[in-house]
């Protein structure tokens, strides 16, 4: 008898931005405050290394974490065709188990009025690691940490179902999920139910977070929940796209 195809639910958090021309400079600043901030929020975000042409191939080029060599690897990032698309640079934890490891990619210093700029975590979905950096404490550690190194209209972390659960378009800064930020130039975040938990970071925006435990499509409750902050968001003006199509 064959078993039933069982989804494997699959966790990132991310920040979003518009344009903005930022130096490979600029760009090496803000990614040495995200790497050196990251290390101290999980032991498995402690090292990176850059894309290979295979796992014993990037094992061999770890990230270093320096501004001078986090510029060199952002100049080769860059868009060959287009300035105005910035500098884009990948990297792996180096865990070899599937499902259990971290990535993250960013795009910055892009200024055209086409694309975002972005910050992208992958975390893992099983084992040690998953049960450890899937908790609020993690999670907003992570996206504190993205806030303060590139300054980023909006943040969120949640799962890929649990975002296509509440959104069909899955528009960048159009929905909500589990962890959620928003930059004060984005608007005030109304009052909320209970037990969502609004919190500042520092003097830039406020972190939104849902429930204390794992935000689940499994969960109505959550779902209803999330479906009640959606729409008082969204009637905030909260809850716009970060590139206008």
């Known amino acids: 008898m064959s078993k ?4 494997i639910d699959s966790y990132y958090a991310g920040a979003y ?3 903005r021309k930022e130096s490979p400079e600029d760009c090496a600043r803000r990614a040495e405050v995200f790497l050196s901030a990251m290390a101290n929020v999980d032991p498995s975000f402690s090292r990176w290394f850059e894309q290979g042409r295979s ?13 001078e060599s986090l510029e060199k690897l952002i100049r080769r990032g860059r868009d060959r065709q287009f300035e105005e698309l910035g500098y884009s640079v990948w990297a792996w934890n180096g865990v070899c188990a599937d499902y259990e490891d971290s990535g993250f990619n960013f795009l910055c210093g892009a200024y055209s009025e086409a694309v975002s700029n972005v910050c992208v975590c992958n975390l893992p979905s099983r084992g040690p690691n998953s049960e450890r950096v899937l908790s609020v404490p993690v999670l907003t550690g992570l996206v504190r940490s993205m806030v303060l190194a590139w300054d980023p209209e909006r943040a969120i972390a ?25 930059s004060r130039g984005r608007g005030t975040v109304p009052p909320l139910p209970a037990p969502v938990r609004i919190e500042p970071v ?5 972190l939104v977070i849902l429930t204390p435990d794992s935000a689940s499509v499994s969960n109505p409750e959550h779902v209803e929940l ?4 959606q729409g008082l968001l969204d009637r ?3 809850l716009k796209p970060i590139v206008t199509p």
Do not use: C, H, N
């Open 236 to 238: 905030a003006g909260l």
């Open 226 to 229: 999330a479906q009640r902050v």
């Open 17 to 19: 931005w518009g344009p």
């Open 4 to 7: 039933k195809f069982q989804r």
């Open 202 to 206: 520092e003097d830039k925006g406020m």
């Open 158 to 182: 949640s799962s890929t179902m649990f975002r296509d659960k509440i959104t069909s378009t899955g528009d960048a800064g159009t929905f909500v999920g589990w962890i959620m930020y928003f």
């Open 55 to 67: 796992r014993k191939d990037a094992l061999s080029r770890p990230v270093e974490s320096t501004r």
